[in-house]
């Protein structure tokens, strides 16, 4: 059973801090993604990374980076957090493209529920 | 990239009758869409997908049928349920690598006793 971790359920922090989501995984799956779900826009893709030290902007990436040194563990970086950045925070993995059957499938974690105040 | 729009937002039925949800997709080179469903509170799950070499795929109650010449997809559930009560989401898969998927907004039902 594919099982995704998220570090903290509920974080609340001040504007202008940094924050740290950490997602981990623990099925050996090369792709990682960091979504931000909000009511009426279905879940947006921040960014998303495809290997160890690799990563590729998504829809909104703009306020955000991330950081994958370990192939299970994928953070996402709020560098000086604002109050349009509270969100519930989704986290995916996927094993890698045509090498599995349901390869395309995305296994999320519960979420982190993030205020800024 | 890919759009993905998703209709309607929400979406109340009796118990026993039939829902349906509606998707679109822009790029005509995407072959794979996955339905997750997501009850209050708990993180998305898949629960159907379908490939583009396929038109329908049914599981018990859940049914998805793909028009690839419209570019449309939707999600079937019969003999609704209160159970079903979730927020569903469709996708579609970005022709780019990386797996990426571009969700759509999605659908509220409600299924009332």
């Known amino acids: 059973d594919v099982k995704v971790t998220q570090s903290s359920r509920y974080l609340v922090k001040r504007t202008g801090e940094k924050v740290f989501l950490e997602c981990v995984q623990d099925?050996?799956?090369?792709?990682m993604f960091w979504y931000r779900q909000d009511p009426g826009l279905g879940l947006r893709l921040i960014y998303f990374s495809y290997d160890v030290k690799m990563k590729e902007k998504g829809d909104i990436p703009e306020g955000y980076s991330v950081s994958r040194e370990k192939k299970e563990r994928f953070s996402l970086i709020l560098e000086s957090a604002s109050t349009n950045q509270t969100s519930m925070y989704l986290c995916?993995?996927?094993?890698?493209?045509?090498?599995?059957?349901?390869?395309?499938?995305?296994?999320f974690g519960p979420g982190t529920r993030l205020l800024v105040l | 990239g890919e759009n993905v729009e998703q209709h309607p937002s929400t979406l109340s039925v009796q118990e026993g009758d039939s829902a349906v949800i509606k998707c679109t997709y822009s790029?005509?080179?995407?072959?794979?869409f996955p339905w997750y469903k997501q009850e209050l509170g708990k993180r998305p799950q898949l629960i159907i997908d379908?490939?583009?070499?396929?038109g329908e795929k049914k599981d018990q109650r859940i049914a998805v049928t793909l028009n690839k010449t419209a570019k449309h997809f939707s999600l079937h559930i019969t003999e609704t349920q209160p159970e079903d009560s979730a927020v569903y989401f469709c996708?579609?898969?970005?022709?780019?690598?990386?797996?990426?998927?571009?969700f759509g907004t999605g659908t509220q039902l409600k299924v009332e006793l």
């Open positions: 099925m050996d799956h090369e792709n």
């Open positions: 379908i490939r583009s070499n396929v």
């Open positions: 995916a993995s996927s094993p890698l493209q045509g090498l599995a059957v349901g390869g395309e499938t995305q296994y």
């Open positions: 790029d005509s080179a995407s072959n794979y």
């Open positions: 996708a579609a898969k970005d022709t780019g690598g990386g797996n990426k998927l571009t």
